[in-house]
């Protein structure tokens, strides 16, 4: 399926990948990362391993709607976005590998945005998605993770003592989660008040075009650049 679709992609449907800004293909993979960090809140918690058990009818509503961001992805960049992802460790590889793909296309451009990609995801996975691997069981391990990723930071913002970067990724992704989660628990109280088929329909549609659309478009607005964050990003 991967060597399929990547053949696919390149050679005949890709979207509206060749229409679209870029920022927009962007943001719609981020916010499946959001998604698959709200998902995953039952195998890993939402940070540090805490709240496994948070929220367990939205985790599950969202779950169970989630192919409607999933296929609005889809039409927007075929390319990005995974066909299969029931398989947990296929689906963190997924997620984990955005640090590789958002450093190496960081570095290649001028500018601070390396700081900002590598040390940002890389701080996702050693605050949530190392939870959901053997990784975490083991003290030493970890301590030795924290300690080079430290390390790591004390050399790669050595000149400009700009740390505050490495946050933006970390503090935008759990800004979204929740948003994720307000919305879904709006939803889903709505359609435990009501009988109406049509209204459940409804609901469950409006929600998810507004989590599709707000954090897709959100988020290509922040990614490129028209929202000054830290006045330098």
Known sequence: MLVFKLIHGHLFYDGLAATIPEGIAQGSVVAILVIAIVIAIPRRGIIFGIGKHSARDVVHFVKKYHGYLMSFGTVLNFHYHPVSHRNA???????????????LTAIIQPGIGWQIFSYGFA?????????????CQSKMIMTVAHTVFAFSMYLGFKNDKAYYRATFIPVTE????YFVL???????????CTNSSLLKLFVTLSA?????????AGLAYVLAGNLVVYNDY
């Open 208 to 216: 998810s075009a507004l989590v599709s659309i707000a954090l897709t």
């Open 123 to 135: 701080i996702m996975f050693l605050l949530n998605q190392v939870y959901q691997t053997q990784i």
């Open 89 to 103: 460790s296929w689906t963190l590889l997924l997620e984990t590998w955005v640090f590789i793909h958002g450093t």
């Open 182 to 192: 307000g919305v879904g628990s709006l939803a889903l109280y709505t359609i435990q």
């Open 174 to 177: 759990y800004a979204c989660v």
